[in-house]
């Protein structure tokens, strides 16, 4: 069975710092999928950035960029520049091709002004 | 409209009620899936439906929970005679099959008192 780790249950960084939140996750599939999702107080969950596993670049977008280490089965968050709209819960997870989510149980991220 | 909607957005009802959540997706999206979210913590997985059909519900934690989908469209989530640790966020999301990310509802948060 696969799972996802999160090993920071919270977080607190001043306002324009870069911030990086560690995962790392256990399967024996070859071929999956790699979210960071972030939710706010307003609990909705908006997707953050993608990895595809056969892919060797790391996913930007923006402000944010993971490091993809497969051999390692690691998938960090790093968020630069951040800003107070940052703050948030922040939930890694893994996912096999048409198959259910499996989430990280979150990092509360602090961002301080 | 263009996002996954929920409803109630909010229900309290009684211990042993039994209660009904919808989930109405995105069009277009066959694939629907229900989390629950417990207070401070990471998200469960309940059920995944592919149409009509639920190929994994292996997550419903007791028989009181029930799913169902009509028409590859609205789904509803039935609690039966509800216990307190039924209280929680209960989050729907769609996705195209295959290799797309989820889109989430903005969730119904239960409380049984």
């Known amino acids: 069975a696969q799972t996802v780790t999160q090993s920071q249950p919270e977080m607190s960084v001043q306002e324009a710092e870069t911030v990086t939140l560690s995962c790392t996750y256990d399967?024996?599939?070859?071929?999956?999928?790699l979210f960071w999702y972030k939710q706010p107080p307003s609990r909705q969950m908006i997707l953050v950035i993608r990895?595809?596993?056969?892919?060797?670049q790391n996913a930007t977008e923006n402000r944010f960029s993971v490091n993809f280490q497969k051999a390692a089965k690691s998938f960090s968050l790093k968020i630069s520049d951040s800003q107070l709209g940052d703050t948030a819960m922040y939930f890694c997870?893994?996912?096999?091709?048409?198959?259910?989510?499996?989430f990280g149980k979150g990092t509360r991220l602090h961002i301080l002004p | 409209g263009a996002g996954v909607s929920q409803s109630p957005s909010n229900k309290v009802t009684e211990k042993g009620k039994d209660v009904e959540l919808r989930c109405d997706p995105i069009s277009g999206h066959t694939a629907l899936y229900w989390y629950r979210q417990s207070l401070g913590q990471g998200l469960e997985f309940l059920i995944y439906f592919q149409g009509n059909s639920a190929p994994d519900k292996s997550g419903l934690p007791s028989d009181r929970f029930s799913a169902e989908r009509t028409g590859g469209s609205v789904s509803t989530l039935t609690i039966q005679r509800t216990q307190q640790e039924d209280s929680a966020v209960y989050l729907c999301a769609s996705s195209f099959t295959g290799f797309q990310p989820q889109h989430f509802g903005d969730g119904t948060r239960l409380s049984i008192l």
């Open positions: 399967t024996s599939e070859n071929n999956y999928y």
């Open positions: 990895q595809e596993a056969y892919k060797q």
């Open positions: 997870a893994f996912m096999k091709p048409d198959d259910k989510i499996i």
